[in-house]
């Protein structure tokens, strides 16, 4: 078993932290070999795909990196409370994503609130993206800056619909302020205010099939 390699990294201006761990968990193989005979159905919210239940030891699993990734990179060492957790796989094709789905979210405006992507499929499944909104100038979305913010990017989409593809790279209403590319047992984790986005290339393979398509396990909680 390969121990945890963390490596913390603070982005755009705001200065952000945001964590990358390679071996991540323990078994990934096990993983992969659990979701490949699980039942997974459409997402809710606007997750362009479908989800499907972790087992029950998986944050057992990866709890010694998790906490030495809090402890290190955010600085918390209390309590965690686990809110959301599901494998999930991009499935949507570009030309059937909502308008929100093919812009930068995110995910809360608390500041306690973290996000955790596990990445568990193969090379080349693109990875996950960070921006700065370029009328505002916020790269997170906090309660107070919430109004702002949506009203901006209200006028922005009617002055000029985004494309029907996932976004990639800058645009004419968001810079790209950091990347982190997929690998195999790789988790990238950061602030749920931070505004984000699946990296989807054009070449993945946007099957359901976890053995095929672009798995993940993705994670929200809550800083104690």
């Given amino acids: 078993m390969t121990a945890p ?3 913390g990294r603070r982005i755009g201006l705001e200065r952000e932290p945001i964590a990358i761990v390679d071996h991540f968990h323990p078994d990934p193989s096990s993983l992969r070999a659990f979701a490949a005979t699980a039942r997974f159905v459409p997402a809710r919210r606007h997750y362009p795909g479908v ?5 029950d030891d998986y944050f057992q699993a990866v709890r010694p990196a998790l906490s030495q990734v809090l402890a290190g990179v955010f600085g918390h060492r209390a309590g965690v409370a686990l809110l959301d957790a599901s494998f999930s796989i991009v499935t949507t094709p570009p030309d059937a994503l909502f ?11 608390e500041a306690d609130r973290i996000a955790l992507v596990h990445y568990l499929g193969g090379e080349g499944a693109g990875g996950t993206a960070f921006y700065r909104h370029r009328a505002t100038g916020f790269e997170t979305i906090d309660a107070a800056r919430a109004p702002t913010y949506l009203d901006a990017v209200r006028a ?7 494309p029907a593809a996932y976004i990639g790279g800058s645009t004419p209403f968001f810079e790209q302020i950091s990347t982190v590319e997929a690998r195999p047992n790789r988790a990238v984790i950061y602030r749920s205010a931070l505004l984000h986005s699946g990296k989807i290339p054009a070449t993945a393979t946007l099957s359901a099939d976890p053995l095929r398509g672009r798995l993940t396990v993705t994670a929200f909680l809550s800083l104690g």
Avoid: E, G, K, T
């Fill in 5 to 7: 390699d963390i490596v």
């Fill in 51 to 55: 989800r499907a239940a972790l087992p």
């Fill in 99 to 109: 308008v929100p789905q093919r812009l930068p979210h995110f995910d809360a405006v």
């Fill in 156 to 162: 922005d989409i009617a002055s000029a619909p985004p």
